[in-house]
């Protein structure tokens, strides 16, 4: 049995679902800065910081209303180790957080703020968060 998303996150993603074909552009030529869109009508925006691969990222509607902005990296007092992740709505209320760690291999452990609902995964072959990442965008333009 997969372990799934809490419902927090299951709620704040059908928001604005990445789903469909997608297009990703390389707007900094680096890497640095991606442009998603997807034929739901989302649009993802991430942007890769030089310190222990922070990423923040935006997802928007075809209209440009932000639906969630999410912010991830590792902690640079722990060597980068013990990745940490928050997801907040278009209002700016946090929603969740995730912590990433090590029991006896990567291991993932997502919290609800509002409720404490707890998702963990120890095994990341038997999650269903595919919701975490999105489908695999082919390069191509994204306005």
């Given at each position: ?10 709620r704040l993603?059908?928001?604005c679902p ?16 991606l442009a ?108």
């Amino acid at each position: 049995m997969s372990v799934q998303l809490p419902g927090c996150l299951q709620r704040l993603f059908a928001s604005c679902p990445l789903q469909g074909a997608c297009t990703v552009a390389d707007v900094s030529g680096d890497g640095a800065l991606l442009a998603s869109c997807f034929a739901s009508g989302a649009k993802a925006i991430s942007v890769k910081g030089p310190e222990c691969d922070t990423i923040e990222g935006w997802v928007s509607t075809s209209d440009g209303a932000l639906c969630y902005a999410r912010s991830s990296g590792g902690d640079p007092e722990q060597a980068c180790r013990g990745r940490t992740t928050t997801w907040a709505d278009g209002n700016g209320t946090l929603i969740a957080t995730e912590a990433t760690g090590s029991v006896g291999g990567r291991s993932l452990q997502i919290t609800c703020v509002a409720d404490g609902e707890q998702a963990v995964c120890a095994d990341p072959a038997n999650c269903d968060w595919d919701a975490l990442t999105g489908p695999q965008c082919s390069a191509g333009t994204c306005q």
